[in-house]
Every structure is written in C-alpha cells, then in structure tokens.
C-alpha cells in the first residue's frame, strides 16, 4: 500500500469509492422497483479502478467512461442526480430521457465524451481529443477504460498503435475483471498480462493491483504525468474481478464460487478501510460521518430524480433527425486563427524529418496536380513538386540511405 499520498487523498480515495458503491446499491434498489429503463451494470469490487484513475486526472483534463466507470464520473463531478435520471430516462437527465443507460457526457464543462458502445471506440476518439488538446497547446491528458475483452477487438489495436505513432498524450486503462460476458479471460487472449499487448506498438505499460486504490492512484499519477510530459500513450491493466454478471440480467452461475470467495475478500473498499485505521487516517466516529454525509447526499439525489418528469410524448420526435444549425452547427468550436496554426506559429512544423534521409516539405501552399489514371514517372512527380513550390521547397533529389543492419541467413 503506497505511502506517499497525504491523509486527505487518501480519505478522498476512499470517500468516492464509497460514493461510487453507494450510488449504485442505489440504483440497483431502483431497479428492482421497476424504475431503471435500461440495462444495469455494475462495477461492485472494481471501485478502486475508476476512482483511482480518475483522481489522477486534472480538472482540464478529459475522459470517456465505459459502462463499469460510474466512479469516474462521481470524481470528475457528475453529481449523482443525473446517474439517476439518466437510468430512469427522466426528462431533466443529461440526454432528456432519450438513453436509458449512461450513454451521456459533457463537453462543455467537465470535458466528459459520451460511453461509445462499440467496444474500443472511444481508443481512436480519445487520441483524437488528445491530440487537439496538444494542437491547441492546452497540455491535456485524455483517458479512457477498456475491458479484457474489448482489448481483443480490431479497433483497440488500431486506436493504440494511432496513438503511439501520434504519441497523443493518451492513458489506456485496461480493466482486465477476468471475464467478457461469460468467457473467462484465458480463453480470449494466451498471455499472462494483458498489458503486454501495448509492446507490440511501443507502448510503455504498467500492471497494477487493481483492488487497491493507493496503488492504482500512484500508478495513473505517474502515466498521466508521463503523458502530458510528451511521452506518448500509456497502457495501464488493472488486474481486478467482475463480482457479479455482466448486468442485472446475468446471474454469472458459469464463475466458480471460490473465484468470488478469493475475490470477495480482498474487497478494494475493506482494503483500504483497513489501512486507513491502521494509519489512524480514519477512526469509528469519522467513519459514521463520512457514510451519513453519503447518504444524506444520496437520498437528496434519488428524491430530485424520482420528482423528475418522464420526457413529454411529443418529445419522442424531436432530436431524431439533425435539422442543421437550429438543431447544433456542425462547427468545430475550437477554431483558432489562421495565422496561429500556420508555420511559424503552429507548434507544429509541416514539415517531415525522416531519419536517415532528411526533410521534405508537406504540399500545403500549392495545389497538387490532379491526376487520373497511372501514378506519374517519378521525374514528373518531382517537377511537378518543385513547380508548385515555386523551387524553393523541392524535395531532395538524393536521398541517403539509411543505415540498417541486415541479419545474414544461416546456410
Ligand atoms: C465491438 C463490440 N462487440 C461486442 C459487443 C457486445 N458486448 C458488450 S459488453 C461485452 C463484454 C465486454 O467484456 P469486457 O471488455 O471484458 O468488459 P467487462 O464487461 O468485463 O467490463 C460484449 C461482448 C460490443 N458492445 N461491441
Ligand atoms: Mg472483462
């Protein structure tokens, strides 16, 4: 258990994985009063990984949760009422009851991109947010959560070997809970960690204890850091456990009952209770405080949600189709000047070092000849180049080779 954080980050660890859990034994009630209209998933046991990545993030910074990262959420800001509302489809919910899940986010403010369903999606979406927070010189961090399974899927890969050649200033976190639906994670992916995949791309990577909280914090810390330093993307797995099914729906009676009894007891919440006491960070009577403090917040919540109107019937029509600019411009709103994203005053030249060989010019400027049919003979391509570039920025003619070194077949 890490050492180095003060008595209150730790307390604030394990204020919002209490939240967290709270916020969904809550919903779960919910949903057994019928008032949940979509599907509940639920992140029991797994609490320590939202919230401790998260916590590593500044205020400026962006996420994407998927469906196990209400935690994330709850520290980015998102006050529960809106968890609620969202689930029971209420009209004052962030989507105006149109999504019956968490499929909602916030851009404006708390700089929260939507859940993407598509497994491995928001990978590719959030080296984009990445990358645009650098070209805007905001010096941001993005992150996003992927499962075990969703590491298997053709996108992950893509996304991460995009952001690696981008080195978009982007923290992956692979929260390995050892099963996708019903399949264990053996039976998906031949390796021991999962982290590994993140070499094939050059990708630095860390594993963690994923049910404890302090360790998840100080390793999200330092790849967030690293990130925003300029080192790339970052691929963390946190090695945890699904305590129940996939959702509500799932009883899960395919995970041996011992797997949830070696699970069980190493709870990330009674983990870190447990050290806060022997710390003296946390006694009996501030303990109390803190769950009335909870539920008080919590049952405010609820009420302002269960007050909250279903959408009108009329409403079912509205906001299906995009109308154009009364229904939101398609307008990128963090246009900056011309002349402050042209070279020299873009952070980025246009122009391309190739090691071994030297510089070329990008075709910005002149317009590239059109041609159909056939590729051009290489001399033409080459006046053509010179031509538009007013000679100035032609290509060097006479490229060194690079020095690579070539192993001999045995024979
Ligand atoms: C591309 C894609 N394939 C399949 C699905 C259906 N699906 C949703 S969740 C899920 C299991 C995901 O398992 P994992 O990635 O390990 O996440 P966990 O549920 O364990 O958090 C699947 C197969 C999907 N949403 N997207
Ligand atoms: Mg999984």
Redesign the pocket.
């Given at each position: 258990m890490a050492k180095t954080l003060t008595r209150q980050q730790h307390l604030d660890l394990y204020y919002y994985m209490r939240l967290n859990r709270a916020v969904e034994d809550t919903m779960v009630k919910l949903f057994r009063q019928n008032k949940i209209v979509g599907g509940l998933?639920s992140?029991l046991g797994?609490e320590a990984v939202s919230v401790g990545t998260a916590s590593a993030l500044e205020k400026k910074d962006w996420l994407a949760p998927?469906?196990?990262n209400i935690g994330a959420l709850l520290v980015k800001g998102v006050p529960p009422r809106d968890v609620f509302m969202q689930h029971m489809a209420k009209y004052d919910s962030p989507t105006k009851g149109k999504d019956g899940t968490s499929h909602f986010g916030d851009l404006d403010n708390l700089h929260i991109v939507s859940p993407i369903?598509?497994?491995?999606?928001l990978i590719p979406v959030m080296t984009g947010v990445a990358m645009a927070g650098r070209y805007l010189g905001h010096k941001i961090v993005a992150m996003t959560w992927?499962?075990?399974?969703?590491?298997?899927?053709g996108?992950f890969h893509e996304g991460l070997n995009f952001a690696a050649t981008q080195r978009a200033p982007f923290v992956l976190v692979l929260?390995?809970?050892?099963?996708?639906?019903s399949?264990p994670?053996k039976r998906q992916v031949p390796v021991e960690n999962l982290a590994d995949r993140a070499k094939a791309y050059g990708v630095k990577s860390f594993v963690v204890d994923g049910n404890d909280v302090a360790a998840v914090y100080t390793t999200a810390k330092e790849a967030v850091d690293l990130a925003r330093a300029g080192n790339g993307p970052i691929l963390i797995e946190a090695k945890t456990f699904?305590r129940l099914g996939?959702a509500q729906h799932d009883p899960a009676e395919y995970v041996p009952a011992e797997m949830k009894k070696y699970w069980e007891e190493r709870d990330p919440i009674a983990r870190h209770e447990k050290f806060l006491f022997k710390e003296k960070f946390l006694d009996e009577k501030s303990k109390k405080e803190i769950e009335a403090k909870i539920s008080a917040l919590l049952e405010k919540e609820r009420d302002f949600a269960e007050n909250s109107p279903m959408p009108p019937a009329e409403f079912a029509e509205v906001g299906v189709y995009c109308t154009g600019d009364d229904c939101h411009k398609i307008r990128a709103k963090w246009e900056r000047p011309v002349a402050e994203v042209t070279p020299p005053k873009s952070s980025v030249p246009a122009v391309w070092t190739v090691e071994g060989f030297g510089s070329g010019k990008g075709s910005g400027g002149g317009s590239a000849p059109i041609h159909f049919g056939d590729t051009e003979k290489h001399e033409q391509k080459e006046e053509a180049i010179a031509s538009n570039n007013g000679a100035k920025g032609a290509v060097r003619k006479t490229a060194k080779k690079p020095v690579v070194a070539v192993r001999k077949a045995k024979r």
């Amino acid at each position: 258990m890490a050492k180095t954080l003060t008595r209150q980050q730790h307390l604030d660890l394990y204020y919002y994985m209490r939240l967290n859990r709270a916020v969904e034994d809550t919903m779960v009630k919910l949903f057994r009063q019928n008032k949940i209209v979509g599907g509940l998933y639920s992140s029991l046991g797994q609490e320590a990984v939202s919230v401790g990545t998260a916590s590593a993030l500044e205020k400026k910074d962006w996420l994407a949760p998927m469906i196990r990262n209400i935690g994330a959420l709850l520290v980015k800001g998102v006050p529960p009422r809106d968890v609620f509302m969202q689930h029971m489809a209420k009209y004052d919910s962030p989507t105006k009851g149109k999504d019956g899940t968490s499929h909602f986010g916030d851009l404006d403010n708390l700089h929260i991109v939507s859940p993407i369903s598509m497994l491995g999606d928001l990978i590719p979406v959030m080296t984009g947010v990445a990358m645009a927070g650098r070209y805007l010189g905001h010096k941001i961090v993005a992150m996003t959560w992927i499962g075990d399974g969703g590491s298997s899927t053709g996108v992950f890969h893509e996304g991460l070997n995009f952001a690696a050649t981008q080195r978009a200033p982007f923290v992956l976190v692979l929260e390995n809970n050892l099963w996708a639906y019903s399949t264990p994670v053996k039976r998906q992916v031949p390796v021991e960690n999962l982290a590994d995949r993140a070499k094939a791309y050059g990708v630095k990577s860390f594993v963690v204890d994923g049910n404890d909280v302090a360790a998840v914090y100080t390793t999200a810390k330092e790849a967030v850091d690293l990130a925003r330093a300029g080192n790339g993307p970052i691929l963390i797995e946190a090695k945890t456990f699904r305590r129940l099914g996939h959702a509500q729906h799932d009883p899960a009676e395919y995970v041996p009952a011992e797997m949830k009894k070696y699970w069980e007891e190493r709870d990330p919440i009674a983990r870190h209770e447990k050290f806060l006491f022997k710390e003296k960070f946390l006694d009996e009577k501030s303990k109390k405080e803190i769950e009335a403090k909870i539920s008080a917040l919590l049952e405010k919540e609820r009420d302002f949600a269960e007050n909250s109107p279903m959408p009108p019937a009329e409403f079912a029509e509205v906001g299906v189709y995009c109308t154009g600019d009364d229904c939101h411009k398609i307008r990128a709103k963090w246009e900056r000047p011309v002349a402050e994203v042209t070279p020299p005053k873009s952070s980025v030249p246009a122009v391309w070092t190739v090691e071994g060989f030297g510089s070329g010019k990008g075709s910005g400027g002149g317009s590239a000849p059109i041609h159909f049919g056939d590729t051009e003979k290489h001399e033409q391509k080459e006046e053509a180049i010179a031509s538009n570039n007013g000679a100035k920025g032609a290509v060097r003619k006479t490229a060194k080779k690079p020095v690579v070194a070539v192993r001999k077949a045995k024979r």
